[in-house]
């Protein structure tokens, strides 16, 4: 599977944005999807999580109800919709994909990543 994010770009605090990853290969539908995120100066951390048919979700404390994951199988994208964006949200946003079909919250269960997209959040 191969991984490719966008989408990102320069918001105003409390402004909104949609970022798309677009997977190519037969197993997407199969896969188990996630978005991370990783700010100047930290670690690379957990966003979002959707399972392969997309009917089970799971975020970080501090994106729920502001974020919300979902995925079009038919057209092999997964998608994270941003909302009430806050400046702490700037970061490099990556999407992640695993065939290990359960929740996984750690960077190093998942086998496939993209190239990252800038989402930058001004005051």
């Known amino acids: 599977v191969q991984l490719q994010a966008s989408g990102g770009g320069l918001v105003q605090a409390g402004g909104s944005l949609r970022l798309s990853c677009a997977a190519s290969?037969?197993?997407?539908?199969?896969?188990?999807m996630a978005w991370f995120r990783q700010a100047p100066g930290k670690e690379r951390e957990f966003v979002s999580w959707?399972?392969?048919?997309?009917?089970?979700?799971y975020y970080a404390d501090s994106m729920k109800g502001r974020f919300t994951i979902s995925r079009d199988n038919a057209k092999n994208t997964l998608y994270l919709q941003m909302n009430s964006l806050k400046p702490e949200d700037t970061a490099v946003y990556y999407c992640?994909?695993?065939?290990?079909?359960?929740?996984?919250?750690?960077?190093?269960?998942?086998?496939?990543w993209g190239p990252g997209t800038q989402v930058t959040v001004s005051s």
């Open positions: 992640a994909a695993d065939p290990a079909p359960f929740l996984k919250k750690r960077e190093t269960a998942y086998e496939y």
């Open positions: 290969g037969p197993t997407f539908s199969r896969t188990e």
């Open positions: 959707i399972n392969w048919v997309g009917g089970n979700t």
